[in-house]
């Protein structure tokens, strides 16, 4: 079976990946995909971490009966929110202009995909 | 002990499956193609797709399990939420569009994409099977214990009739749905779910006077003073202390590597709608878990610790016994076919999901290389759907009583041990190779399965699988922290010894196509 879609050549996926707009597309989604994941997840095990073994710590009371360990935990929640928001803007900002006008260049047969239940 | 009356339980729970599967029955009339049946014709939206994510993976360990870890344990169950929720932003940002942009219906479509096909192949579909036949021994376990608390059933035996009919329901759903009929019960029981708990929360919440802190104090006073904090279950010793890191490593790393949730992607038009429904997915699953967190130290508060763990059905029971606390037995009935409804869904979804991989993968593509007449992967499919469903019902008879969220983290070590690796090598490193990725696959599934199998989850402690025995060497419950960088290191020394004769032209064009959707399946025509 084959992956490749009929109406794009090999040479045509070779001549789009050393193409300048591909690889600004490319760096552009690394330098923010890994930083923001090394940061988000260094974020995890440090909570992890100090939940593990600094439990005096976490039971500190802040608020009432709210210690540092809870707000920590909805701390993990807030972060993930915000995260997923600030990807969102920045794919919708940054990525899709290229990546669509990627695809109006070279994306020559629409229509032409329909797959059958051998494809 | 006997909780509300068996026959409005069952009412309640019957008339929700006669109302999904006359849905399910009507969105399946359009089922012609394997597009349709796998991937339900690529045609819902990324609001209705992540809300179908939300429902495939707010399964029985979310509510149930989570529920019940924080009613008993406090703090440390509030970690399998965080893990189960963080672990999303691992799938949003460097798996999920990526994904769909290059596969068609299954993992290991992606997996083999540049590689040597068959091999490839076969390992991503045994660690599919692999990780989905984990996930449904967790479900049946707490459709086991949520029925027998329903029902008042104790017994073995009588537990046992009942995963019975739950398989047997389940393989009725899958085989006349198929995906698309499947996404459907899965926007609704996500709904419902959502809900149910959002009730249950404002209605705990209105006891302590919307004060978050007095709730906790009441919890606090009503089970153990220690449950604000981390420590109950797992601050008891060295051990037990790294046997979190472990779960927690599992918990983050796992979702990005769930074949059932890797799959949803496939079931929208575009990369764009993907990331879209990740998105709908990561707010349902969020305000999800909050409300657990509220529900937890509500059980903890109103039930206490000792009278669930008495309960039939164990820590798994925590939830029902809040809903029969709050509003009697109607809202027991209520939240309980929720609850069943939800395992039910999510079975099904695990299910299609094996039963594609076996089908598409492991029979079209190496058995038949490629080579099947018309609809004969789709037949495969459906008796694939009957064998899983029998050999989940086996094992799920086997597991009854463990806690749901800790079985559900052992599919999670699994995957991603055996997947992730995989997943994220072959779209982000060129160099990476058949050999790498043969090794990654097998090596982490193989060392994951070793270490659980002689873990004090099988056999040498009180909860084992197998009592009476001990031929456990490994002292943690969750493998994850072996076999997790295992997978990772075999994937990279693999590839590095091995001669880079990979097709450099299949590796330009994954590339381009992950990141810029061309050429990528689009939706078929309803």
């Not at chain 2, 019960?185 to 919440?205: D, E, F, P, R």
């Not at chain 2, 918990?251 to 496939?266: D, E, I, K, N």
């Not at chain 2, 025995?469 to 290191?489: A, C, T």
């Amino acid at each position: 079976m084959s992956n490749a879609a009929p109406s794009t050549s090999a040479e045509v996926f070779t001549e789009i990946e050393r193409s300048r707009p591909f690889r600004r597309l490319k760096r552009k989604h690394r330098s923010f995909v890994f930083p923001v994941a090394i940061l988000f997840l260094l974020w995890y095990f440090a909570y992890v971490l100090l939940a593990d073994y600094a439990h005096e710590f976490m039971a500190t009371p802040v608020i009432g009966n709210v210690n540092v360990g809870l707000l920590l935990g909805l701390g993990q929640f807030v972060t993930t929110f915000a995260i997923t928001t600030w990807y969102v803007m920045y794919a919708n900002r940054e990525l899709d202009p290229i990546a669509e006008s990627i695809r109006a260049q070279y994306d020559t047969d629409e229509s032409a995909n329909h797959e059958d239940v051998t494809a | 002990m006997t909780i509300g009356e068996p026959w409005i339980n069952i009412s309640i729970f019957g008339a929700f499956v006669a109302v999904t599967l006359v849905i399910v029955l009507r969105a399946s009339r359009n089922n012609k193609t394997a597009a349709d049946y796998y991937a339900a014709g690529r045609s819902f939206t990324g609001p209705q797709n992540g809300t179908a994510i939300a429902g495939d993976y707010l399964s029985a360990a979310s509510f149930l399990g989570i529920c019940g870890a924080i009613a008993v344990n406090g703090y440390d169950g509030f970690l399998y939420s965080i893990g189960f929720l963080v672990a999303w932003l691992v799938a949003l940002l460097l798996v999920a569009e990526l994904l769909r942009n290059t596969g068609k219906f299954t993992m290991a479509d992606v997996l083999s994409f540049r590689l040597k096909e068959r091999p490839v192949r076969m390992a991503a579909a045994t660690g599919t099977l692999a990780v989905c036949f984990f996930y449904l021994l967790a479900q049946m376990a707490g459709a086991g214990g949520l029925v027998s608390l329903l029902l008042g059933i104790n017994d073995r035996l009588g537990q046992s009739i009942v995963i019975i009919v739950v398989g047997g329901l389940m393989i009725m759903y899958v085989l006349v749905g198929g995906m698309k009929g499947t996404t459907w019960v899965q926007i609704i029981k996500a709904v419902l779910l959502i809900v149910g708990a959002a009730v249950m929360t404002i209605w705990v919440l209105a006891i302590y006077g919307f004060n978050f802190s007095d709730l906790l104090g009441a919890a606090a006073a009503n089970s153990d003073a220690a449950v604000l904090a981390p420590g109950v279950q797992y601050g008891l010793s060295d051990l037990s202390r790294l046997d979190f890191l472990s779960l927690a490593l599992a918990l983050v790393l796992g979702t990005a590597g769930l074949p059932h949730v890797l799959m949803r992607f496939y079931t929208v038009p575009t990369a764009k709608e993907a990331r879209k429904s990740v998105v709908w997915a990561i707010w349902a699953i969020g305000i999800f878990y909050l409300f657990t967190l509220v529900l937890g130290y509500g059980a903890g508060a109103l039930i206490g610790k000792e009278t669930i763990l008495a309960a039939p059905g164990g820590v798994n029971s925590a939830a029902p016994l809040l809903a029969f606390e709050l509003g009697g037995s109607i809202l027991l009935g209520i939240i309980s076919a929720v609850a069943f409804a939800t395992i039910l869904a999510v079975v099904a979804g695990l299910t299609i999901t094996a039963a594609t991989s076996f089908a598409h993968d492991v029979y079209a593509n190496v058995i038949k290389k490629g080579k099947v007449e018309p609809n004969g992967e789709v037949r495969v499919a459906r008796i694939t759907v009957v064998v899983i469903g029998i050999l989940a019902i086996a094992g799920g008879i086997g597991v009854q009583g463990q806690n749901v969220a800790f079985l559900v983290a052992l599919a999670f070590a699994i995957a991603a041990s055996a997947n992730l690796p995989t997943i994220l090598y072959s779209i982000f490193w060129k160099r990476f190779t058949t050999r790498g990725a043969l090794w990654s696959m097998y090596g982490g599934l193989g060392s994951a399965l070793i270490l659980i199998v002689f873990s004090p989850v099988m056999s040498g402690a009180e909860t084992s699988i197998i009592k009476g025995v001990d031929f456990s060497w490994f002292p943690l419950s969750n493998p994850g922290i072996v076999s997790i960088p295992l997978g990772f290191l075999l994937g990279w020394v693999g590839s590095l010894l091995s001669r880079n004769d990979e097709d450099v032209a299949k590796a330009e064009e994954m590339d381009v196509r992950s990141l810029t959707g061309l050429g990528a399946e689009k939706a078929t025509k309803d």
